[in-house]
């Protein structure tokens, strides 16, 4: 009998191991399926080229700032109503949009807006995802934030499906993402932090170069296994200057130097080279970043390849709350030379008073040529204008940004579908005080012997000419939002209510020709009244387009200007 009762307590035992030992080992299994052991390469990366002395953040007492935003006064009932209704139609356009990107393409780059098909951009890494984390916290959309942060988690930037990596994209995109959904927050989430600083330790090592310039078209696997590299000797201006406003706000939260102390020297070197151009005060479009010559290139604009470096000057020095003066000092020798070279009146049938920004080319040494051309991308150029105005009391310049600001609102309102097209040509006023149309404009590039003014105006009927075009260099629009940054900026600013109704004329044009059955698509010539949709849908629709027409018409304490700094993906950066 004993016997049998030591047999059956050892069967118990043996039982009871058994089902433990499957039961942990179950769960093993399951939660390492579920949140797999990632191990990134670029955190134990060995610098090559390793920083002397670390510059830190600055300490100094912080500098009085004036404030920003305009003084609302308690809104009416009738508009507080169209407002509303505004707001909420852009909140159901990216609903529209979000619905789409979720059933057809999420953790994938970018949907396409035509077929339902999905894309890899930029990195492979879920970019449509990041870059619209801020845009559902700031439309209260929480379940769906919510959702978009559990995925998180499985985004591995340890690798990608891309050999080369765009530096500057990923910075705007994905760290300015994290890091505007973490401050929106209020820290809440702390998986937002460790992915930015994921991204930023990922983005650190492109600047292992011998002179701590950054690689910015970057084959990141080369680096991954140990191979030497070297900033580009024709790097693109906006690329290398606009990674410090995220970087900067990545160390006043971690308290690591690091990521301000790599874009301190990039701000050290511009501020060197800046009165050494062909156009002193100004940057050209390329710089040679591996011998650190500024002056090769002869063409100098404030649109695509060039943009974002002006806009982050005065931004930076709002997030640094003015304890470093090398950004006042570049944004204003930049912006007095632009106001001399580079913005000028266009000619108008209504001879309307505003401004194009442009750009500039120099022949032989000192000759500047005005290039009366001008981008969708050239369109933020307003917006900063007047930030800069009241962040450097600069009071002139506020009728200067407005009048941007209005040339990109007569470019949307002039063409038959109502929306700006990519790139296009004007005709400059040679009396700035008084210009009015002629007709003879629309043939700037063509040669008419004889041909009166009567001719020329029946000529551009007949050849569907638009009023104060001489031509249209690019007929797309791609859902672009510099526009609608500079009327939200400007409305914020001036308190100017008419910016809304000129905003919403804006946004129901996008509504009207855009919106697919997945999502919104940009349009192959705004010229025509029935525009193709293309099947692409860059993350910058929701990240930045939507968010700002959502906050053109939300209650302006709202991601304040007086609180927060927006990068140049439009993510709200927390001023403290």
Known sequence: MAFFRRWVITLLFALVFLFTFLHLNRVSISSSRKEPVVHHWFKRHVTKHPVSSMVPLPTTKPVSIPKIQ?????????????????????????????????????????????????????????????DSLDTLWLMDLKVEFKEAVAAVKHIDFSSSEMMMLNVFETNIRYLGGFLAAYDLTRGAYPILLQKAMEVGDLLYVAFDTPNRMPVLRWYWSGARDGDPQESSSRSILAELGSMSVEFTRLSLITGDPKYYDAIRRITNILQEHQLSTKIPGMWPLSVDTQTLSFDRDRQFTLGGMADSLYEYLPKEYLLLRGRNQQYKDMYEKAIDVAKKHIFFRPMTNNSDDILISGGGYVGGKTRVTLKPESQHLTCFAGGMVVLGAKVFNRPEDIDVGRKLTEGCIWAYRTMPSGIMPEAFEVVPCEDSTDCKWQPESWFVNEIHSGASRSDFERMGQEQGKIAGFAAINDRRYTLRPEAIESVFILYRITGDESLQDKGWNMFSAIEKHARTDFAYGGLDDVTSQKPIVLN??????????????????????????????????AHPLLRE
Do not use: C, Q
Not at 83 to 107: D, I, M, P
Not at 551 to 567: I, M, Q, T
């Open 70 to 130: 305009f003084d609302f006064g308690v809104e009416g009932t009738h508009s507080r109503k169209i407002r509303e209704h505004r707001r909420e139609a852009v909140k159901r356009a990216f609903l529209h949009t979000w619905k789409g990107y979720r059933n057809h393409a999420w953790l994938k780059d970018e949907l396409a807006p035509v077929n339902g098909g999905a894309k890899t951009t930029f990195g492979g890494w879920g970019v449509t995802l990041v």
């Open 536 to 569: 692409e849908m860059e993350s910058y629709w929701t990240g930045e387009t939507l968010k700002y027409f959502y906050l053109l018409f939300s209650e302006p304490d709202l991601a304040s200007l007086d609180r927060y700094v927006f990068n140049t993906e």
